[in-house]
DNA sequence: AAAGTCGGCAAACGGTTGTTTACTGAATGA
DNA sequence: TCATTCAGTAAACAACCGTTTGCCGACTTT
């Protein structure tokens, strides 16, 4: 085989993902700062300066990293918001995509929860920032919907904030949860929705 | 000096306090997983040996660090609950708490944010564990009060994992804030605990 | 077919690490 | 006073670490 253009390049991408499949499998159970170059390449099969010709740094790649584990959850909650209003189904129906979401991107949302205040700087900024980016989304979607009707700006977004947090949270709490817990965290978070819900429909009422 | 019992052991938890305090200091810029022993008992003035007279390890060092950082917290939570009720100015008030405590305990703030989702699982787990003896004050404090009046004990328990998940997540966003964008998270957090609070007021109306 | 590009490798660099060992000397109790 | 305890030490251990170097050989372009 050769003389077909591309065969380089393809090869140069599937080395360059298993150095990131292997760190997000070793980030599972370690910490950014735990982990090393050395313990990357002999994960993904390659020698240790081989890592150097795909990223400067450790922190390189987790900030890709980063981007690929928020695509994901950027999915998710367009499909949440998809769904109208604050009614009762919707809660149930977005506490369950969470678990899902959680169930089968586990090891992207550990790396999330883990690095969020973890020790690296330039990590922590970048999920700091796509969460911001999340934010925003989630405020556009609310805004769109007539519950927020009347609603400054400033109420939306610090709403959309509270959603996005209580989100994380729970997809924190699902994580440490064996599948044995994993409906008493659902049950907490649905109640919990419904409580901010209910301030929600009554925040034009009173101040 | 000689005689005097008890010289032995006051240099001994001397040289512990300076252990414990090297530590926390390291751990306001990196993770638990990124310091080692010998960089502590550098920080701490005593040889690298010396370290094992007093911990095992270094997580069973970050597991006191834990039950440090809780304690002055305890504090604060308790100067919140003592004042009545839900009220506008309640709230202001707990917010500035958390201001001032995470002004006042930076790093073990920090360490407790970073921690707590790390990679040390006897860490986490500590953490986890005095986050619900948290929970059940919280709860309990709720419970006395009147606006809590007809509620089922499993909601005052879900509003009080709510209102701690806010707290935590405040004296977050603080610690990565500077000095500058502190107004405008305590406004924030300010709002939602409102909104919080009148969802709290309506919850037996509905449903 | 020849020349160039470049991803991957082995090896070496100087440095770090956690932990154990045998020891010293001051605080202690008899 | 004398024997004992024990916090702290220096030194050594083998095992790592991140990063750079020079090189090879397969792909790519001319």
């Given at each position: 085989m050769s003389h077909t253009p591309g065969v380089r390049q393809a090869q140069k991408q599937q080395s360059r993902r298993a150095l990131l499949d292997a760190a997000l499998g070793l980030l599972e159970h370690q910490n950014l700062s735990g982990v090393g170059v050395r313990e990357v390449t002999r994960e993904a099969g390659l020698?240790?300066?081989?890592?150097y010709r795909h990223f400067r740094d450790l922190s390189e790649l987790a900030v890709v990293l980063v981007e690929e584990s928020l695509a994901s959850l950027h999915g998710m909650i367009r499909r949440v918001l998809?769904?109208?209003?604050?009614?009762e189904e919707i809660i149930d129906r977005s506490v369950e995509l969470i678990a899902d979401h959680v169930r089968e991107h586990r090891a992207h949302v550990r790396f999330l929860a883990r690095e969020r205040?973890?020790?690296v700087r330039p990590v922590r900024e970048a999920i700091a920032a796509e969460f911001g980016r999340f934010a925003d989304e989630v405020a556009a979607g609310l805004a769109a919907?007539?519950?927020?009707?009347?609603?400054p700006e400033a109420d939306v977004r610090m709403l959309a904030e509270l959603y996005v947090e209580h989100m994380v949270a729970t997809a924190a709490a699902f994580l440490e949860a064996g599948p044995a817990g994993e409906e008493r965290i659902a049950r907490t978070a649905r109640t919990q929705l419904r409580l901010i819900t209910t301030g929600r429909r009554h925040w034009l009422d009173e101040g």
């Open positions: 020698s240790p300066a081989g890592f998809a769904e109208q209003d604050g009614s205040h973890g020790g919907q007539p519950a927020s009707e009347g609603w």
